[in-house]
């Protein structure tokens, strides 16, 4: 197996920034609505998660691109929850109570977030196995 191309990372994590930015500025304006469950959110710390997670992305795409860096797969994984973390409106309210904007906001921030997690799990995956492979043509030779 190989890692993914630089091309499918940076398609994933740029993707990702583009479509969860509009989830969390959808989050951002209507973070009235949420009601208490969610009252220690603000509009301040929506857009500070959002841009964290984005600096986080960017972060693994650049160590991802300089090839052989440690620090890619680790934050790539870490970077997927920008996505993954919409999980949290199904547990915090209803999928009723989203209206149908913010319903298919969050699945698409999921899919991205889904996609990301991939990306990710296969570049650790080829990773490691390249690196059991060149232990073993190390030791046989």
Known sequence: MRPPALS????????????????YTDNAI??????????????AT?????????????AAYLFYRDQGSKLANPLLFAYSFAGLID????????????????LISVLIDLTIGTAVLVVAI??????????????AEKAAA
């Not at 499918?8 to 989830?23: K, W």
């Not at 999980?87 to 913010?102: C, D, E, K, Q, Y």
């Not at 296969?122 to 232990?135: F, V």
Request: aromatic fraction near 14%; avoid cysteine.
């Open 8 to 23: 499918t990372v940076r398609f994933a994590v740029f993707a990702s920034i583009v479509l969860t930015a509009f989830h």
């Open 30 to 43: 209507n973070i009235d609505s949420y009601g208490p469950v969610l009252a220690f959110f603000t509009t």
């Open 46 to 58: 929506v857009f500070l998660t959002w841009s964290l997670f984005t600096a986080l992305g960017i």
């Open 87 to 102: 999980l949290a409106h199904f547990v915090t309210i209803s999928p009723a109570a989203l209206t149908t904007r913010g």
């Open 122 to 135: 296969r570049s650790i995956l080829a990773r490691r196995k390249g690196s059991a492979l060149d232990k």
